[in-house]
């Protein structure tokens, strides 16, 4: 379905498992989309789980929000519950959407009922945080691009969609050239596989716009401080993880006041598929409405 997000853009968004169950907007990972990694249906009908994706301004079939920062995404997913009749919903970012969800935690904290960060990055004027330390060197080249502005970004990235989107496993395979081996072990699975390659073949189907921007956000000012955040928030992380590395989430953790860190011991970024299901049944422990 198609919803009307600020300025009359449209917004791609998906659900999925019980409609009665309770609301739980997931933010995909960069790049990625609507269709990106989730439990199956059945499952989340088990864990009484109304599941709602979207593609982020730019990917998929979402308007892009030329300039958009991390925190504008909470406008979007305000325009989502507003049309899905939902007052009260938690929010889930994995990767890439972990600020955007963060984000949402901070500034609508009277419709946020819980919210949790899997795998996800730290503001990069973090105090006293080596932002790039235990990165791998894929992300700090694209990152390090970012710092020259859009042109070089849109260059970069650009070429890299039109070879994903020419042989979308080419994007699989080179994460896997990189990642340690509990990565490679949930990457291997063919589940896993096929929603990944779904998942990047959608979100840069007509462009790589959602990517440029997506990095260029976590590059430039967030406009909010993770230390506004009241409501009950999970950061979780892999130990070995190498795109987002462990110390993000470490800071995350003493930032956010009463949070919940949970760092794995042998799991690294995918390993964040692995533990969904129970971070759904976290996120709705004490939903209210």
């Known amino acids: ?28 990972g960069t790049p990625g989309s609507r269709v990106g990694p989730a439990p199956r249906a059945a499952v989340l009908y088990q864990l009484g789980i109304r599941l709602i994706t979207f593609d982020r301004p730019g990917y998929g079939a979402s308007d892009r929000d030329p300039g958009r ?12 519950a507003d049309c ?5 919903f938690a929010v889930v970012g994995r990767s890439g959407g972990a600020p955007h969800a963060l984000a949402c935690a901070a500034l609508l904290p009277d419709r946020i009922v819980r919210a949790a960060a899997l795998v996800g990055l730290a503001p990069r004027a973090a105090d006293g945080l080596d932002w790039f330390d235990g990165m791998t060197a894929s992300n ?30 080419s994007k699989i395979h080179g994460l896997t050239l990189e990642a340690p081996e509990s990565d490679r072990r949930v990457v291997a699975d063919i589940g896993i596989r096929r929603m990944l390659l779904r998942n990047f073949a959608e979100g840069l189907r007509y462009s790589s716009d959602g ?12 406009t ?10 999970l950061v979780w992380h892999g130990e070995n993880d ?39 049944v976290w996120l709705t422990s004490d939903h209210v409405g």
């Not at 080249?141 to 650009?158: D, Q």
């Not at 190498?242 to 006041?257: K, M, T, Y």
């Open 84 to 88: 899905l009749g939902l007052d009260r």
């Open 140 to 169: 700090v080249r694209e990152f390090t691009v970012a710092r020259v502005g859009l042109p070089a970004v849109a260059a970069s990235l650009g070429a890299a969609a039109e070879r994903i989107r020419a042989d979308p496993a």
């Open 1 to 28: 379905m198609m919803v009307v997000g600020p300025g009359g853009r449209k917004i791609a968004v998906d659900e999925r498992g019980s409609p009665d169950g309770s609301p739980v907007i997931l933010l995909h």
């Open 69 to 80: 920062t991390i925190a504008s995404a909470a406008a979007d997913v305000a325009a989502i």
């Open 224 to 233: 909010f401080d993770p230390a506004a955040i009241r409501v009950p928030t």
């Open 211 to 222: 990517w440029v921007d997506d990095v260029l956000a976590f590059c430039t000012d967030w």
């Open 242 to 280: 190498v795109f987002s590395p462990v110390n993000h989430a470490r800071w995350l953790g003493r930032r956010i006041p009463g949070a919940t860190l949970h760092i794995e011991r042998g799991a690294a970024h995918f390993g964040a598929l692995d533990i969904l299901p129970e971070v759904f």
